[in-house]
Structures are given as structure tokens and as C-alpha cells.
Nanobody, 124 residues
Framework: QVQLVESGGGLVQAGGSLRLSCAAS????????MGWFRQAPGKEREFVAA????????YYADSVKGRFTCSRDNAKNTVYLQMNSLKPEDTAVYYC?????????????????WGQGTQVTVSS
């Protein structure tokens, strides 16, 4: 069982930066692949970024590539999402997710555990 808690969301102006954190409970965090998703009002949850259990491989949605960076610190049981050059269309609730054996990391159905989400609002 893994419990995930996101933090770091808030209100920022367009062009600004935020760093989201996702703290995980459990002893085997380092064996889980982690993902970030977001959901805006009236829209489906969409993939943002993912990182493999060792952190050797990262994946990004085209809409955030070059602006967002996903990383993890297995010693701290934490995964991060550094978001730069934020745009109003990045406004959403951001969720982190975990999966023990990740086959399809870009789909919500590929994950077993989810956090409660953190709100990110980018003003124009």
C-alpha cells in the first residue's frame, strides 16, 4: 500500500514557476514508477509526466516538454515536478500517481495509487 500527498500548488502569474512535491509512504517507494497527471474543470484527467523507478527515464506530454521536469529522490520518498514558463492553460488540479510495475505510464488506468491533488492556477 502506498499513500501519496501532493504539495506546492498555488497561484502564479504566466511565465512563473512552481515546484510540486509528492511525498509517498511505504518502504518500497523506490520500486514504484511515478506519474503526474492534471485535470482542469470539465476536462478529462491528462498525462503530464512520468518517471521510472530508478529515475533513469522520464516521459512528458508534448504540451509540457521543455518546460516541466520530473525528478525523484528515493531517499526522501519524494517525486517532484518543476514547472517553468507556466501558461494559463496549465491551470488544473495536479495529481501524482504510483504503480509497482508500470507498463503504460501515460494513462491514468496504468496506476494503482493516487494522491488527493493540488491546485495550480496560472493567471494571465
Amino acid at each position: 500500500q502506498v499513500q501519496l500527498v501532493e504539495s506546492g500548488g498555488g497561484l502564479v502569474q504566466a511565465g512563473g514557476s512552481l515546484r510540486l512535491s509528492c511525498a509517498a509512504s511505504g518502504r518500497s517507494f523506490s520500486s514504484y514508477a511515478m506519474g503526474w497527471f492534471r485535470q482542469a474543470p470539465g476536462k478529462e484527467r491528462e498525462f503530464v509526466a512520468a518517471i521510472t523507478w530508478r529515475g533513469g527515464t522520464t516521459y512528458y506530454a508534448d504540451s509540457v516538454k521543455g518546460r516541466f521536469t520530473c525528478s525523484r529522490d528515493n531517499a526522501k520518498n519524494t517525486v517532484y515536478l518543476q514547472m517553468n514558463s507556466l501558461k494559463p492553460e496549465d491551470t488544473a488540479v495536479y495529481y501524482c500517481a504510483a504503480v509497482k510495475i508500470g507498463l503504460i505510464l501515460t494513462l491514468p488506468s496504468g496506476y494503482d495509487y493516487w494522491g488527493q491533488g493540488t491546485q495550480v492556477t496560472v493567471s494571465s
